[in-house]
């Protein structure tokens, strides 16, 4: 780096826009901070040609299939996610420009967005808040190292962050699943309703349906509008009924006029002062230029996505680092984790023929975690929650449905099909040391800058659990008095669910992890991870809300220890 | 997207006439560059190229035999076979098109044997009996069976994702501004939004 390279300075930089540093970048500038967020990506516009969601089939060259060609050119991996569709593909990068490996024998799925707003733009919205039965569970098996925090340390930021950005869902009373500050539940429809009340009595109540708790508002809530139910929040919201940072935490940010949001910015260092023991700042190299330039700030907050932020700290060694930044105890790259999911059940409900739903719900229905909760399982330890929907499937059905000509086509546009029902299962991972992220020796990105190897694999207790959830849905679906039960046996490969986390976890000591109880690193105390990265265990519950509250929480102890003079 | 659709479904929503004012600002944004919005700057089709002038007329016809007029438009009221067309030339790959175009030869050689005419030409019970033999064929790896498979799907998500159908026949409701799980089944409309 030459001694020319452009300086400046900030009390605080935060890498990555997304949920996570959405939220350091509102917490921190609120609290005083002038604080540069630095997005690898560029800018969307939400309320121009960006945001799609009312583009209607005709309007579509391949009417919802996808520039099938483009994507196999450009996308071969994100493609495999859902919403990188015809109209939702610009929100996921070229896997060209932004490479990864994995063994041969352990394929793993990494699905990236880079733009202001990161994957928040187009994240699946489901949040639940975790108990002390998953804060627990590392000390009371065995596996992974205990959380230095518990449900109590961090309850008041789920409420902090549920009051900003609007939950919907419904209070159950579930001590393994606690209740939020919701806005009012969506509703269920009929035959999930009729699921729910036979589901509850023939599991004496230890099986619990309820309607999915989600990011989306129901009410006009903090300046934003109630959904409007159009259906595919994955494509943007011009309304910003559905979080995200773009429409709610960087807007808070900019109000304090304490933000500056530099986009285009690849973090490719975090750069150490060995002589005071902490964090300088960032080296940057611009996405367009490829010019390199340094920022500085007295606290760094890396918001990078867990792969992302453990990548970066990987690629920031030094004499008194060399194996990666705050890497004192050797962990940093281990533990990693992600749900399994895929398997399933689904089955025909009869029945209910005279109604419909009116309106796209951007919601499913939620199986809260029944085993190893009240019930021992022998075969495998924790647990999982299920997650699923029904629907009646209209016109969709009838390229598979016998028949022809007049009477056929009338059947397509009067009968909607019978009901349909389905659940799938969300599964705890357990945090093993081999499930691994390193620097690939060889492959670099668009940057120059190494590529991550990603080593995750599904291991004995995954693959226990996994049978278990395809047994369970089956039971699910014939206690709800579906018919035409078929199993779904599809076990995704790591990386696929999106929640990937872990390979910066917290622990107790500078031994057990790399970082404190406040997201803080034991080595580095200026430096903070309040992504998916600083997880020391998955739950089941999906991630997303406790990154959230942990960044609050973690952004409001930074500056109260500055105003210490202790960083 | 189109500024009409947007304005017929804005004053459709009762959601928008709640919107806060960066929502509305955001709005009305989208509302004045449509354009830029369409990612479906409409398909420059390529015709002809992918079928013979045999197998276009017998997929003409096998469209109008699966989807025909009625009170409502037929499949190639709502031109199914122009997106077809840019599916042959844009998105599948070259054994897909093989897989429809030999299927459709097949299918003409169906009719000229059961019937010693040309699908396209065939109406009333020969029409029936073709198409009987088609759609139920108990062999599903023939090439008629596996071509007349493609093209049904074809012509289905084709005709229902037409802007016809969908406004006039479906009456899709872009906004509905709420979400009912136990409407009655007649008392409004409403197609599903994703197929």
């Known amino acids: 780096m030459s001694e020319q390279t452009p300086r400046r300075v900030y009390d605080a930089i935060v890498v990555g826009s997304g949920i996570s540093g959405g939220w350091a970048a509102k917490e921190l500038t609120e609290r005083g901070l002038h604080t540069i967020v630095l997005e690898a990506g560029g800018p969307v516009d939400f309320g121009g040609k960006d945001f799609v969601e009312h583009i209607q089939p005709y309007d579509m060259k391949f009417r919802g299939w996808g520039d099938r060609h483009a994507l196999e050119r450009d996308q071969p991996v994100q493609r495999q996610c859902y919403a990188c569709d015809e109209t939702g593909r610009k929100f996921f990068v070229n896997d060209h420009e932004n490479p990864y490996t994995s063994p041969s024998d352990a394929p793993f799925k990494w699905f990236r967005g880079r733009q202001v707003g990161g994957r928040s733009i187009m994240w699946g919205r489901q949040v639940y808040r975790w108990s002390d039965l998953d804060f627990e569970a590392n000390a009371r098996d065995g596996h992974g190292t205990d959380w230095p925090i518990r449900y109590k340390d961090i309850a008041p930021w789920y409420s902090h962050v549920e009051r900003f950005i609007g939950v919907t869902g419904a209070k159950e009373g579930l001590p393994q699943l606690p209740d939020g500050e919701f806005l009012p539940p969506m509703a269920m429809t009929v035959v999930e309703r009729a699921a729910r009340e036979r589901i509850l009595k023939a599991f004496g109540g230890e099986r619990v349906m309820t309607i999915g708790r989600a990011a989306i508002l129901t009410k006009n809530h903090n300046g934003r509008a109630a959904c409007h139910y159009c259906g595919p929040c994955e494509r943007g919201c011009v309304t910003h009924s559905y979080f995200n940072s773009i429409g709610s935490t960087l807007p808070a940010a900019e109000r304090t006029g304490r933000l500056t949001l530099r986009p285009h910015s690849v973090v490719a260092e975090v750069l150490y002062d060995a002589k005071r023991g902490r964090a300088r700042g960032v080296r940057v190299i611009d996405a367009q230029t490829k010019k390199e330039m340094v920022f500085e700030a007295k606290v760094v907050f890396l918001c990078a996505s867990a792969i992302e932020s453990v990548r970066l700290l990987l690629n920031s060694s030094s004499t008194r680092f060399p194996d990666g930044l705050a890497n004192s105890s050797g962990t940093l790259g281990r533990y990693v984790m992600d749900h399994h999911y895929g398997s399933g059940a689904g089955g025909t409900m009869p029945g209910f023929l005279d109604q419909r739903t009116i309106g796209s719900r951007p919601n499913g229905i939620y199986v809260a975690r029944f085993r190893n909760v009240t019930t021992p399982s022998k075969d495998f330890l924790r647990g999982y929650g299920m997650q699923g929907g029904s629907g009646r499937s209209g016109w969709g059905r009838g390229s598979g449905m016998p028949g022809f000509g007049a009477a056929f086509k009338q059947s397509l546009i009067d009968d909607l099909g019978p009901w349909s029902l389905s659940v799938g299962g969300w599964g705890e991972t357990l945090p093993h040391p081999d499930n691994r992220i390193t620097l690939d020796p060889e492959v670099k990105d668009a940057w120059g800058i190494p590529a991550a190897r990603i080593d995750v694999r599904w291991r004995e207790n995954e693959l226990a659990m996994n049978k278990d959830i395809i047994a369970s849905a089956v039971e699910l679906m014939e206690a709800a008095g579906c018919t035409n039960v078929r199993p779904n046996r599809t076990m995704q490969p790591p990386g696929h669910c999106i929640h990937e986390m872990g390979g910066a976890r917290m622990g107790k000591t500078a031994q057990d992890g790399v970082l404190n109880r406040w997201n803080q690193a034991w080595d580095v105390p200026n430096l903070f991870i309040t992504d998916g990265a600083a997880m020391a265990s998955s739950a089941c519950q999906n991630p997303s809300i406790t990154y959230m509250a942990l960044t609050a929480r973690a952004a409001a102890h930074a500056v109260a220890e500055l105003k210490r003079r202790s960083l | ?195």
């Open chain 2, 1 to 195: 997207m189109r500024r009409r659709d947007l304005l017929r479904a804005a004053a459709a929503s009762a959601a928008l006439v709640l919107l806060p004012r960066d929502a509305e600002a955001a709005w009305a944004r989208a509302l004045g560059q449509p354009n830029a919005a369409d990612p479906g700057a409409m398909p420059e089709t390529t015709q002809g190229t992918a079928f013979s002038a045999t197998q276009r007329a017998t997929l003409l016809a096998l469209a109008d035999a699966l989807i025909p007029r009625t009170d409502t438009p037929g499949a190639n009221d709502v031109r199914v076979i122009d997106w077809i067309d840019v599916i042959m030339a844009d998105y599948y790959s070259a054994e897909e098109r093989t897989v429809l175009t030999t299927g459709l030869d097949a299918i003409e050689a169906l009719a000229q044997q059961m019937s010693g005419r040309a699908f396209a030409s065939l109406t009333g019970e020969p029409l029936t009996r073709v198409m009987t033999a088609l759609d139920g064929a108990t062999d599903r790896t023939t090439a008629a069976a596996k071509g007349y498979q493609r093209a049904k799907g074809l012509v289905v998500h084709g005709y229902f994702t037409s802007a016809r159908v969908q406004r006039e026949v479906l009456k899709t409701q872009i906004m509905p501004g709420r979400f009912v799980g136990d409407a009655p089944l007649r008392t409004t409309t409403g197609g599903s939004h994703h197929e």
